[in-house]
């Protein structure tokens, strides 16, 4: 099956887990089936699809070899597609919540240009804005800095700041965390961002 994470895959467990109904669905139904569930890259119909029902019927063709009668795939189902229906309908929430989240940030940052930052994108750019939310709050550069944790840790001696050193542990844990993640991203895309931040 494709990534356990997919729509396909958590339909296909909350349908397809006995191994006997399997065998006995015709492959028709089963195409039928995957190309409801089928969204994103995965394709409707052609190899995909005729691989992964050849695929179902021998990995139940194995279950039943392997368990025999020793195992009530009728019951186990009925547990699965419960677990399933809390995976779906959390997902379900989660899409709901990002598609908010979306249409808010669209009226804080029409042009997105807090999107346009070698490394911020559709999550964390609605992070960033969301904890900073105007720059309008900030007395000046010093202030804004101090809030998101961007000053290195003074020298034992005499309090100097040195290139190198690292961070201070100050700051708010968010938008620290979404700016590491910003300048991680750029520095794994873009080869002279790496070269600006480092390799480490």
């Known amino acids: 099956m494709p990534d356990l994470g997919t729509h396909l895959s958590l339909f296909l467990l909350r349908s397809w887990?006995?191994?006997?109904t399997v065998l006995k669905t015709g492959r028709s139904a089963l195409r039928?089936?995957?190309?409801?569930?089928a969204s994103g890259n995965h394709p409707h119909s052609g190899p995909f699809v005729?691989?992964?029902?050849?695929?179902?019927?021998?990995?139940a063709q194995q279950a039943q070899a392997l368990h025999g009668r020793h195992v009530d795939f009728e019951e186990l189902q009925i547990e699965v597609a419960l677990e399933i229906d809390v995976v779906l309908s959390k997902l379900a929430t989660i899409a709901a919540l990002e598609h908010r989240i979306a249409a808010l940030y669209d009226e804080l940052d029409p042009k997105s240009l807090l999107k346009s930052i070698p490394g911020v994108?559709?999550?964390?750019?609605?992070?960033?804005?969301?904890?900073?939310?105007?720059?309008?709050?900030?007395r000046s550069e010093r202030h804004i800095r101090g809030f998101c944790g961007l000053f290195p840790k003074r020298a034992d001696s005499g309090g100097i700041e040195r290139p190198g050193q690292q961070i201070t542990q100050s700051g708010n844990d968010r938008v620290k965390r979404a700016l590491m993640l910003a300048a991680d991203a750029a520095r794994r895309t873009d080869p002279n961002w790496r070269k600006f931040i480092g390799s480490s």
């Open 17 to 20: 887990l006995d191994p006997e």
């Open 50 to 59: 005729e691989k992964l029902v050849e695929g179902l019927r021998q990995a």
């Open 32 to 37: 039928k089936f995957i190309a409801e569930h």
């Open 121 to 138: 994108g559709q999550h964390l750019a609605p992070t960033i804005l969301g904890v900073l939310h105007t720059v309008q709050r900030f």
